[in-house]
Antibody, heavy 120, light 108 residues
Framework: EVQLVESGGGLVHPGGSLRLSCGAS????????MSWVRQAPGKGLEWVSA????????YYADSVKGRFTISRDNSKNTLFLQMNSLRAEDTAVYYC?????????????WGQGTLVTVSS | DIQMTQSPSSLSASVGDRVTITCRAS??????LNWYQQKPGKAPKILIY???NLQSGVPSRFSGSGSGTEFTLTISSLQPEDFATYYC??????????FGGGTKVEIK
């Protein structure tokens, strides 16, 4: 069974940084595009960033562009999200999710999420 | 950007009811539309992909239809385990995905 496990969330002050990790198992990680999706408390889902399965192309929502950096280590089956200059509005549960294929927009597996709280 | 608008934002229904949720896209997205179910404290789960294709393992009481700008998710006979929030999501601009605001299905 495909597994995605996020870690690295926590409480951080405004302007601070945090690095999220997503460990993947039971599939060929390097062959799949991966995304981060967040959900603010009591709110809906917001796509944050994606990393292509091949070619190393990255994509960002306008709300995080220039502050967040997505990366992946295919040798360790791990996806990362480096979050800098954090704001209160970045407070959310962050999910990593697998795209069905390299060019698919369907997120077929999700992790359990990790909570990021930005507060002074 | 493509905006996705769901209606209603919430609804109350009884077990056995037929439930329909609508999702509208701000531009033509062909059939690049997915539906997810999310229960409290849990990650979303894919139900329907490409507008009308049932994900493996999802009960057949769930169905999706539509193309272009208007889509529907139908639950033919609501079951207790179906009380949840449902989200549509466009994949026309993959990987820049956009979700609808969600529809919360509550017990009447």
């Amino acid at each position: 069974e495909v597994q995605l496990v996020e870690s690295g969330g926590g409480l951080v002050h405004p302007g601070g940084s945090l690095r999220l990790s997503c460990g993947a198992s039971n599939f060929t990680f390097s062959s799949y595009a991966m995304s981060w999706v967040r959900q603010a408390p009591g709110k809906g889902l917001e796509w944050v960033s994606a990393f292509s399965g091949s070619g190393g192309t990255t994509y960002y929502a306008d709300s995080v562009k220039g502050r967040f950096t997505i990366s992946r280590d295919n040798s360790k089956n791990t996806l990362f999200l480096q979050m800098n200059s954090l704001r209160a509005e970045d407070t959310a549960v962050y999910y990593c999710a697998r795209h069905r294929g390299s060019y698919s927009g369907t997120l077929d597996y999700w992790g359990q999420g990790t909570l990021v709280t930005v507060s002074s | 950007d493509i905006q996705m608008t769901q209606s209603p934002s919430s609804l109350s229904a009884s077990v056995g009811d037929r439930v329909t949720i609508t999702c509208r896209a701000s531009q033509d997205i062909s059939s690049y539309l997915n539906w997810y179910q999310q229960k409290p404290g849990k990650a979303p789960k894919i139900l329907i992909y490409a507008a009308s294709n049932l994900q493996s393992g999802v009960p057949s009481r769930f169905s999706g239809s539509g193309s272009g700008t208007e889509f529907t998710l139908t639950i033919s006979s609501l079951q207790p385990e179906d009380f949840a929030t449902y989200y549509c999501q466009q994949s026309f601009l993959t990987p820049r995905l956009t979700f609808g605001g969600g529809t919360k299905v509550e017990i009447k």
